[in-house]
């Protein structure tokens, strides 16, 4: 009974502390709509999530990307599906394919480094630059 019941919490610790591997594919699916800001005056593109990206809102994922840095002191990043000459900024791709990293320690990253990290996906209303962002991220690599 012992045995069985160490088992039991072995298993059962091992599904509590796992993420969710994603893979930049996941993201593919979603869709984006003009709208209107009234208070920026301009055109943005809100998202459009899908049922399977709104179930894993909030989850703790794990994905693998690019580095991009988005300022010069090297504060704020950004994870991309592709290096710099190809991500959503320089116009290759779609911005289905970059999300913001919210980092939980504040270090220093170089652009284009490959980085794993884990953090909490969340999916933004379409006020921002990123649709999809990474909350508390910390790289594991």
């Known amino acids: 009974m012992k045995k069985l019941m160490f088992l039991v919490l072995v298993l059962l ?7 969710v591997k994603i893979k930049w594919s996941t993201f593919e699916r979603l869709q984006f709509e ?13 998202p459009i999530f899908t049922e399977d990206l709104n179930k894993l809102d909030g989850e703790e994922i794990k994905i693998t990307g690019y580095i991009i840095a988005l ?3 090297g504060d704020e ?9 190809s991500c959503f ?3 290759a791709s779609g ?6 990293l919210l980092l939980e320690n504040k270090e220093k990253y170089l652009t284009d480094e490959v980085h ?17 962002s990474l909350d508390k991220a910390k790289s594991v690599d």
């Open 89 to 91: 900024f320089c116009g």
């Open 116 to 132: 794993t990290f884990v953090g909490r996906l969340r999916l933004n209303d379409g006020t921002g630059i990123f649709p999809i």
């Open 71 to 73: 300022d010069v002191i």
């Open 95 to 100: 911005p289905e394919s970059v999300m913001e």
């Open 13 to 19: 610790g091992n599904t509590a502390f796992s993420q």
């Open 77 to 85: 990043y950004a994870l991309s599906a592709f290096p710099f000459a």
């Open 34 to 46: 003009e709208v209107y800001d009234a208070e920026s005056a301009a055109w943005l593109l809100a």
